[in-house]
């Protein structure tokens, strides 16, 4: 929605919060993060490259491998 309106406030608070929230010591907060935030972003190839220029490349990179690559 940030992304839509343009509202670059509104989309820096959401860039901090997932990023803080993934930094967290907390896998009830990591999992949250991962299937509210970053799953549905992978699932949106346009979102998704939207979005990867606004975080660490570490930390999007990590999550794609996590979320979207097959085990084994």
Request: net charge negative; charged share 25%; no cysteine.
């Amino acid at each position: 929605m940030a992304l839509q309106e343009d509202n670059a406030e509104s989309l820096k608070k959401i860039i901090d919060y997932v990023s803080w929230a993934a930094a967290q010591d907390s896998d009830d907060l990591a999992s949250v993060v991962d299937l509210a935030f970053f799953l549905p972003v992978f699932r949106d190839a346009s979102l998704s490259s939207q979005l990867r220029e606004h975080f660490s490349p570490q930390l999007f990179s990590d999550k794609w491998l996590l979320l979207m690559e097959q085990p084994g």
